[in-house]
């Protein structure tokens, strides 16, 4: 018995050293190295829902700085998970 429940503890160690560790959400969110990179970000979308006017307030905001508006909502995810 005391076996058994030793060979259960080096299996469950094993296990648990095999895991690779995921990475940090800034680290997800960080501008990716290539451009094959970026068009795999691109894929995936957010909903945000907004009033007429904060919408209106966010467009002009990303036309003001010659930025979309996807871009500035990134840059801010970054600068608050950092």
């Known amino acids: ?5 030793t060979a259960k503890a080096k299996a469950s160690m094993t ?6 560790s995921a990475p940090s959400a800034a ?4 501008a ?4 094959a990179g970026a068009k795999k970000v691109a894929r995936k979308s957010v909903m945000v829902y907004l009033s007429a006017d ?4 966010f467009k002009r905001m990303a036309f003001e ?3 979309s508006m996807s871009s500035l909502a990134r840059q801010w995810i970054l600068e608050h998970l950092n």
């Open 1 to 5: 018995m005391k076996n058994q429940s």
């Open 15 to 20: 296990k648990r050293t095999k895991k690779a």
């Open 27 to 30: 680290d997800t969110f960080r």
């Open 32 to 35: 990716p190295a290539d451009e």
């Open 54 to 57: 904060e919408h209106k307030a």
């Open 65 to 67: 700085s010659d930025e």
